[in-house]
């Protein structure tokens, strides 16, 4: 009987390792046929970028010597598009099937909708990734727990985020990690462009040493919400992370309401932040502003989207000095103990200093610190 390889995911854009995956699973487990399923609406993740009309284009160009089928049965249903539901018309529609996921995915079994229903349907087979647990053990706590059969792959794959290539596409750079045929279809449909006169505005506004700070911390940010599944929506984390500095260097108050005891002090970009990205690149959102508003001293009970970019902003790859270093390496590990370590470590520097705290960073300080709360 003829096995079939179902594949899904946001494919937002497409990249060279979910290429690779499927050439790996197919060669390993002797498949006839690959059935790729772009997400319609993700219920696990952040919504994408691109139409999932644009993303089955790009799907059909990585994949063309695979010959893939592009099925719709996301865009058909509508919604409720958890595998437990999807795979079994799958199913009935290819025949025998094995469904392929990423470690990172099989790591997350357990947020599944009904994890154990999907193990029923048919198996797993799991490719394992650079930075990630190792997809043996991963695989085999995951069928003692739920069953199934679970099939680790011997191929390893790169760690190549889409969210990062969506950053690094909307940044205007060209990630390598893409498919030419891929990037060619980008390039010539203009896809990905649509911040680009708002960054070219921010970029009037920075040094271009500041204009890099801010590009780290975009990466940063997606990198984290990605990697720790913080399910924060992509473009409020790109668009918090992007402008959380527009206004370090025009500190004018221009008649904006800010509060009055920040005006002088080193936080005043914060508030003044928030205000200018309303006023100068048409931000509404309040999550995005309140992450802007609050990501030089943090504050009591911050929203996830809050306490990532104040993180994201601590701990950029641009800052190299210690101990930046080590906990970023912590967050990349534990994003909530990389968050309390480095509130702690600011604090505890600027007690040092003796010229005072900004009464959000001591309220801030007391609540996740001293009261230890998430």
């Known amino acids: 009987m003829a096995k079939t390889l179902i594949f899904g995911g946001a494919f937002d854009p497409p990249h060279i390792e979910h290429v690779a995956m499927c050439r790996a699973a197919m060669k390993e487990l002797d498949i006839d046929r690959l059935v790729i399923v772009p997400t319609y609406l993700p219920p696990h993740k952040s919504a994408g970028m691109l139409s999932v009309e644009t993303r089955a284009k790009l799907i059909a160009a990585a994949f063309e010597d695979m010959r893939p089928v592009v099925d719709f049965i996301e865009r058909e249903r509508g919604g409720n598009n958890y595998s437990a539901l999807v795979l079994p018309i799958l199913k009935e529609k290819y025949g025998d099937i094995i469904y392929l996921v990423g470690g990172d995915s099989l790591q997350h079994l357990s947020t599944w909708y009904k994890p154990e229903e999907v193990l029923k349907i048919c198996p797993i087979a799991v490719c394992g990734r650079e930075g990630y647990e190792d997809v043996k053990e991963t695989a085999q706590r995951a069928q003692s727990e739920y069953g199934g059969r679970i099939i680790p792959l011997e191929y390893m794959g790169r760690d190549v985020s889409s969210s990062m290539l969506r950053a690094r596409l909307l940044l205007g750079e060209e990630p390598d990690t893409l498919p030419k045929a891929v990037l060619d279809i980008i390039e010539n449909e203009g896809l990905f462009e649509q911040y680009f006169p708002m960054i070219e505005k921010l970029r009037e506004y920075q040094t271009d040493e500041l204009f890099e700070h801010s590009k780290a911390v975009v990466k940063r940010a997606v990198d984290f ?29 221009d008649g904006l309401s800010v509060p009055k005891d920040a005006v002088g002090t080193p936080v005043l970009h914060q508030f003044l932040g928030a ?68 509130l702690k470590f600011t604090y505890d520097k600027l007690l040092s200093r003796g010229k005072g705290i900004y009464p959000l960073t001591v309220e801030a300080y007391e609540y996740y610190i001293i009261q230890g709360k998430k």
Not at 295 to 317: Q, V
């Open 225 to 253: 919400n990605s990697k720790h599944d913080l399910k924060q929506p992509f473009e409020k984390v790109f668009l918090a992370a992007l402008l959380h500095d527009n206004a370090k260097q025009r500190p004018a108050l």
């Open 275 to 342: 205000e200018k990205a309303r006023r100068d690149f048409g931000v509404t959102d309040d999550d995005i502003l309140d992450a802007i508003r609050y990501h030089t001293t943090a504050k009591a009970d911050m929203t996830g989207l809050e306490k990532l970019i104040y993180t994201a902003d601590s701990l950029s790859d641009d800052r190299m000095y210690a101990p930046i270093p080590e906990l970023r390496r912590l967050a990349i590990e534990d994003f909530e103990a990389g968050f309390k370590a480095t």
